[in-house]
């Protein structure tokens, strides 16, 4: 099977189960072309080997050169006049006379252009998406290929008439949720008619990879980690204010921050106004293996989000038995039980917030009960071969009429 995937940007730090899902398909059988719209978020001497060997392998349409682009609409302008015009008049109308809108849908269309321009060029007749929906529901527009959508949320689900899901639903193959909890949101946004389209594919950590270590250390404080965007819907400052919380109740504790985002000097004046200096340490974004040295360091992780698909980062320390605390929000009861995964706490309640980090911290045992039956859970149902082969099986079934 032949098969285009479009990324926003790839590789990505924030996104490597991403590249994990691409490079276990290829293992499966699956012969994949990676588009991404724009070059990795790092230079190249900072990536891993396997992003190095991905982005070797990856066409990013922003550097494809004006050359590139210019011909690439030019054939198609000739070539499918109709269908062309079309498309940019819908980018148009789909912007409700928003000329930001307008402008953003004009720029998806110009980039589906280039996308489809090459599919045809390399005989790929299907596109498959994570965060990049709006340019392949373009592309299927304009050329004759099929196109389908892995929908993470929540930002989709939050503005269902401005991500245009229900259009992209009707337009699509096919449409992934990584939740039962995503697929009720799509299926809220759209026609019951199109429902049969929506499959739930949940996605996977290795947990090979992603191991247990064989202690953990029990000298200094106790480590919290967190490993997140710096964004208001991880809910960061709620964390920092339990963790001041418990330092003024005596505890020693240390909270250490993986990630980067447009909040961190807000976050940084907060810890700095509660006197946490000493307590908190952000680290900005790291390369999984510092990411997996933090997992293996840490007592407990704590992440406080408002808003969340299924956070992949609370698969990885479940699968190295780190107990998690965390918000009973989205679909992440379906990752976790409550008391028996691991614990969950109403969201923007620092009191239980609070509470429940200190109970863990007082109860050992518990910590390790937690930890053990989290990595259980994941290996049952976040499996990355096995979430990974039943994506390839949904491949299978619903693009077996097509020619490539």
């Known amino acids: 099977m032949r098969i285009a995937y479009l ?37 190249p001497e900072q990536l891993s080997v396997d992003e190095l060997e991905e982005l070797r392998a990856t066409y990013a349409v922003l550097t494809a050169g004006i050359g590139v682009i210019l011909a690439a609409h030019l054939r198609t302008l000739l070539g499918r006049p109709l269908p062309y015009l079309s498309a940019l008049w819908q980018a148009v109308q789909l912007s409700g006379g928003n000329p930001r809108k307008a402008i953003a849908n004009i720029t ?45 949320g929540p930002g989709e689900f939050n503005d269902v008439l401005g991500f245009y899901i229900a259009q992209k639903i009707a337009r699509a193959r096919f449409v992934c949720a990584i939740s039962s909890y995503g697929r009720s949101q799509l299926m809220k946004a759209s ?8 499959e739930v594919s949940p996605l996977g950590v290795d947990c090979a990879l992603f191991s247990p270590p064989a202690s953990r250390r029990h000298q200094g404080p106790f480590e919290i980690l967190c490993v997140a965007t710096l964004s208001p819907s991880k809910g960061l400052p709620l964390l920092i204010k339990a963790v001041d919380r418990l330092v003024r109740q005596g505890r020693s504790i240390h909270l250490r921050l993986v990630g980067d985002g447009p909040h961190r000097r807000d976050l940084e004046s907060e810890i700095a106004r509660l006197g946490l200096e000493g307590h908190t340490t952000l680290e900005g974004n790291c390369n999984q293996d510092r990411v997996q040295a933090f997992y293996r360091e840490a007592d407990l992780f704590a992440l406080a989000s408002f808003a969340e698909g299924v956070p992949v980062v609370l698969m990885e320390a479940m699968a190295m038995e780190l107990p998690c605390v965390t918000t009973w929000i989205t679909g992440i009861p379906e990752l976790i039980r409550h008391g028996i995964d691991g614990w969950l706490v109403a969201p923007g309640d620092v009191d239980q917030l609070a509470d429940a980090i200190a109970k863990l911290m007082d109860d050992p045992e518990l910590r390790q009960r937690l930890g053990r039956s989290a990595r259980i859970q994941v290996q049952e149902k976040y499996d990355l071969v096995r979430n990974t082969e039943h994506l390839a099986a949904i491949y299978r079934r619903r693009l077996a009429s097509n020619s490539s």
């Open 7 to 43: 990324v926003s940007r790839y590789p990505a730090i924030n996104h490597t189960y991403i590249l994990r899902e691409i490079r276990t398909l290829r293992t499966l059988g699956m012969e994949l072309h990676v588009f991404s719209i724009r070059p990795p978020d790092r230079p």
């Open 108 to 152: 998806y269309f110009g980039e589906a252009v280039v996308i489809g321009d090459r599919l045809l060029r390399l005989g790929l007749g299907h596109l498959h998406c994570h965060f990049a929906s709006t340019v392949a529901f373009f592309v299927a527009g304009i050329f004759p290929v099929t196109f389908s959508a892995t929908i993470h």
């Open 191 to 198: 026609e019951p008619r199109y429902w049969e389209k929506l």
